[in-house]
């Protein structure tokens, strides 16, 4: 039900549903590759995984905290990935933490922290990073918008440092 508000254009609300559902779940595994590969191959779960949440229908309230010790998509991986949720009518709260982040043996991104809020279709996100070498900290704020096949991204004021000095984004610019 809740995805159908923040992601309309995607899915679609179930027909009908039960109003005063209320459940908690809680998923704890480990080495779950070759699970995860019948539907997505390009995604891997090494260690271990704990997600837990709850889902309150009565109170429009969702709850969705978890950790991920060795995650990889493609090339990509990291070593822990922490995420939190919070979801009502209004909107999702998204929070995702990744610690070394890595493509082959190099390590891209010491720190990648996402806060970003999703509703209709549409998310308010920043992403903040620190890597080592020549860009040292990055901060992206902008609106992405999801329509059909394209993601559109319109930026507002962010910044990066690179050979230390800092370089201003200005608001404005678009990413299709």
Known sequence: MYLSYYLPEYILPPDEFGRSHNFQFQIN?????D???LVQPNVQLKGTAAISGTVDLAEQSMNLQGTLSQFAFGK???NQIQ???LGDFSGLQL?????DVTVGSDVILSDFKLSSHLFRDTAKFQIETTSPGTIDKASLKGLAVARQDSLI???TP????FNDEVWKIPSGNTIT
């Open 153 to 155: 991204m319109k930026l």
């Open 35 to 37: 699970l995860l590969s």
């Open 76 to 78: 990509i991986e990291s």
């Open 29 to 33: 595994a480990e080495n779950i590759s």
């Open 83 to 85: 995420f939190k949720g």
């Open 158 to 161: 962010s910044q990066f440092k």
């Open 95 to 99: 929070q995702l933490d990744a610690q």
